[in-house]
């Protein structure tokens, strides 16, 4: 299995062998074609909470944007 466009969001953002600019989808899921099912696994819980793994020889660091939240005048 390998992930999906949907699984990775707009707030994501991917850093590939602590490289500084953030991969793009597209490479991030040609890596996964080659994942066990756990690994994919690990990484699908790395894209909801954020943090750094490395998988198959490769490290990524996950950093998840918060939503900006507006106060609504009462």
């Given at each position: 299995m390998t992930?999906?466009?949907?699984?990775?969001?707009?707030?994501?953002?991917i850093?590939?062998?602590k490289s500084k600019e953030p991969s793009?989808?597209?490479e991030?899921?040609?890596?996964?074609?080659f994942w066990?099912?756990?690994?994919?696994?690990?990484?699908?819980?790395l894209l909801k909470q954020g943090?750094?793994?490395n998988i198959k020889g490769n490290h990524f660091k996950l950093v998840v944007q918060e939503?900006?939240?507006r106060l609504r005048d009462i």
């Open positions: 992930l999906k466009k949907q699984s990775i969001r707009y707030n994501h953002k850093y590939l062998n793009e989808k597209d991030i899921i040609a890596l996964s074609k066990s099912e756990n690994e994919e696994n690990l990484f699908k819980k943090g750094s793994i939503k900006i939240r």
